[in-house]
């Protein structure tokens, strides 16, 4: 989703810019752009398509400078063009601008009389709106503060006014802006990987004003100097190097075992799991489990492992549906937020409504600092480290591990677990399964065989039972989303009440097969596809080789409560290559962002 950065110092600003651009490319994007003062002149470059189209602008025209704002765009308001790119000038004015202005209707009609507003964007209105408070009463941080005032939604905005040469002004309201200082100069960015300075204090901007000039940072909340909360800031999540693999995507996939056991480190200690907030986990009557996408997906499992295990009622609504289905009072309830980013808008407006309704809200986030951990009353960490592909692979696993010692640690309060085996499940996911990620790893090249006959299709059922119809739901939308076949993932006993009759000899059936409760049920199912004449690969551990299949990849034996991860694993690996051999963007898969920031 868009991305901004601003910088002014002593180096040069269309370098630093671009970095922080380059840096944001992660999130998704359509169009890029810049604005520097280029002497006491601003000037702004834009362009469709990748950060290289402005970069090579920049070059052609010469352009440079100590003070500017940047933005990738990602189109909410009108098509992917430079007429609507940012940063968007109206009189004095040019901003670039994250987030929806929820009014902007209402904002262009008292407006467009008085500005030519030649874009699709409510960007261009939030543009002349702060032009023309500014143009009245010719101070730019009481501007901006009445600015706010006036404009609904979410959103953070960088500004440079062009006469007042070599200084960004930054607000936001409920979208991240966070402000850096270091020997070369100040900066201002949306999300903490486009900051190029050294490793220094972090400021979030919330209610204030902060003013950026080349040799001094300041932050003003209704006209007073304030000193905004701070933070340092975690490396782990500022490394993003692709280290020799081809995609950021497969580099994550490998970093799975590690991932979960330094996720375990944080919680468990001497095999015994020690959140930080032990007593209220007594004293909840039921658990919601509310996210988006993959989050969804742990999350799933995480209802199913919570119930079965705890016997506590749980249940997973998507978030962006929470508004409509929530209840009237949520007291006793615990809402577990789950969120990679912590930035997700619709996770975090249901956040927003859980507490209001009198819920226990726990983030289970991997963004230390981000919306949802700061927003949350208790917090579990992922530490999966910074995720950079699109589609989420690490992220999913470390939450998918967080989830199990949530089941693991409900299970114990509601003595339906004993501490010792508590700690012999603990010893399994810790020991036995990196080992048996490795192991899935190590046979990669086969798997990429098999994608390579899969890539060609272009409609995919996935079918599994219990756990393994959870996991189908991830592992369809892994295939879907950077391979761009269209998949389904479906319960493998509901395919014969409708759906069978879109399984021909072309459309490929994909069952996952770890659950030894279920496995003669789905069996069954198998034969039915494939008396129908699709293909079916299996995906599952020995027992697996037992049915009917086509294609096969074999898991390594494990404690099949702990199969999600191995097959995980295996299906990831499964969608990337099918996307590599399709030639697609595997890491910026297209019309997708990274963090989604808008409802
Ligand atoms: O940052 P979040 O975990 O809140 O993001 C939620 C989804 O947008 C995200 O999981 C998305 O579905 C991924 N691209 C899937 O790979």
């Known amino acids: 989703m868009c991305g901004i950065i601003g910088y002014c110092g002593k180096e040069d600003a269309v370098e630093k810019l671009l970095y922080g651009l380059k840096a944001l490319e992660y999130r998704g994007y359509d169009s890029a752009g810049i604005a520097v003062f280029d002497g006491d002149e601003v000037i702004s470059v834009k ?8 970069e090579a602008l920049c070059k052609e025209k010469g352009l440079q400078g100590f003070c500017g704002i940047g933005h990738t765009r990602w189109a909410t308001h009108g098509e992917v063009s430079v007429r609507n790119a940012h940063p968007h000038t109206k009189g004095r004015t040019t901003i670039v601008h994250n987030g929806i202005a929820e009014n902007y209707n209402e904002l262009n009609r008292k407006l467009k009389e008085r500005y030519d507003l030649i874009s699709d964007t409510d960007t261009e209105i939030v543009c002349a709106l702060i032009d023309s408070i500014y143009s009245e009463i010719e101070d730019p941080i009481e501007a901006l503060e009445i600015a706010k005032e006036r404009i609904n939604g979410s959103y953070a905005i960088a500004v440079i006014f062009s006469d007042i040469v070599d200084t ?17 100069g100040m900066y201002l960015a949306s999300d903490i990987t486009a900051i190029d300075s050294t490793d220094k204090l972090y400021y979030r901007v919330t209610n204030e004003v902060a003013v950026l000039c080349r040799d001094k940072l300041q932050f003003y909340r209704k006209g007073e100097k304030v000193i905004p909360e701070s933070f340092n800031a975690d490396r782990n999540m500022r490394k993003c190097e ?4 081809s995609h950021f995507m497969l580099k994550e996939i490998h970093e799975e075992p590690d991932v979960i056991k330094r996720t375990l480190d944080r919680y468990v200690i001497d095999g015994i799991i ?7 986990l007594t004293s909840f009557r039921s658990i919601r489990i509310i996210a988006c996408g993959t989050a969804l997906h742990a999350g799933m499992t995480g209802a199913y492992l919570i119930e079965k295990m705890a016997g506590i009622p749980c249940r997973y609504e998507v978030a962006s549906e929470f508004r409509y289905n929530a209840p009237e009072d949520m007291s006793g309830e615990l809402a577990v937020i789950i969120s990679q980013s912590g930035e997700t808008a619709d996770s975090l407006a249901a956040l927003r409504i859980a507490k209001e309704l009198s819920a226990v809200a726990l983030g289970i986030v991997n963004v230390e600092n981000s919306s949802v951990a700061r927003e949350s009353d208790i917090v579990l960490y992922t530490s999966a480290g910074a995720e950079i592909a699109v589609a989420s692979t690490k992220a999913y696993t470390a939450q998918l591990a967080i989830i199990y010692l949530l089941a693991f640690k409900l299970a114990y309060k509601k003595r339906r677990l004993s501490l010792n085996e508590q700690r012999d499940l ?16 190590e046979i990669k090249e086969q798997i990429e ?4 006959k899969y890539a060609v299709c272009e409609n995919a059922f996935y079918i599994g039972r219990g756990m393994d119809h959870l996991l189908c739901e991830e592992a369809s939308l892994k295939l879907k989303e950077i391979s761009y076949i269209h998949s389904e993932a479906y319960a493998a006993g509901e395919l014969k ?3 069978i009759s879109l399984i021909t000899e072309k459309t490929p059936v994909i069952a996952l097969l770890t659950d030894p409760f279920v496995f003669s049920k789905t069996v069954s199912n198998i034969r039915e596809v494939k008396a129908r004449g699709a293909e079916v690969l299996v995906i599952g551990m020995s027992k697996a080789e037992e049915c009917e299949y086509d294609a096969l990849i074999s898991l390594p034996e494990t404690d099949p409560l702990f199969a999600p991860f191995t097959a995980a694993v295996a299906f990831q690996l499964f969608a990337y290559y099918v996307a590599l051999h399709r030639g697609c963007d595997i890491d910026k898969p297209r019309n997708l962002a990274k963090s989604v920031t808008v409802e």
């Open 47 to 54: 362009s469709e398509g990748r950060i290289g189209n402005t």
């Open 168 to 184: 960004v002004y930054g607000i936001c309201q409920d979208s991240p802006l966070i402000v850096s200082e270091d020997e070369n």
């Open 242 to 245: 692709k280290d020799g693999f």
């Open 274 to 280: 020690r959140f930080p907030f032990e007593d209220i």
């Open 426 to 441: 603990c010893d399994c996911l810790y020991r036995e399964i990196p080992d048996a990620i490795r192991e899935v790893i």
């Open 449 to 452: 065989k098999t994608a390579k």
């Open 497 to 499: 009440h409708g759906t």
